[in-house]
């Protein structure tokens, strides 16, 4: 695995983060540390987009955080699961696979 997707990583595990603090934080300086949070995630973001595509970072990013947000909703949060919130977390997944896919068909056919 190379390093710009370790930065993608870790840019999803800190959006995830920094989500939940939206949810918990009641003190000044719990906001103060989600901005902290915040700050450190966009700078992990920026340097995933240094050498990957931009358009598969962030879709990655907004897939993970999108789904791990319905599932702290669920599983920390006493929110429901149903039918159609599965059917779009597998589209969005299967969405992020196939920019992958043809993100690796456009990179070996520049080799060429």
Do not use: R
Request: aromatic share 16%; charged share 15%.
């Amino acid at each position: 695995m190379s390093k710009s997707w370790i930065y993608v990583a870790l840019t999803c595990a800190f959006e995830l983060v920094w989500v939940y603090g939206f949810s918990v934080a009641s003190q000044w300086w719990h906001w103060l540390l989600i901005i902290g949070i915040i700050l450190v995630d966009f700078h992990c973001l920026a340097k995933a987009c240094e050498k990957l595509p931009t358009g598969t970072v962030y879709a990655v990013f907004a897939a993970v955080g999108s789904v791990g947000t319905v599932l702290m909703d669920v599983f920390l949060f006493g929110g429901t699961m149903n039918t159609a919130k599965l059917f779009f977390i597998a589209l969005l997944v299967f969405g992020v696979i196939g920019l992958k896919l043809a993100d690796g068909k456009e990179e070996k056919g520049a080799e060429v």
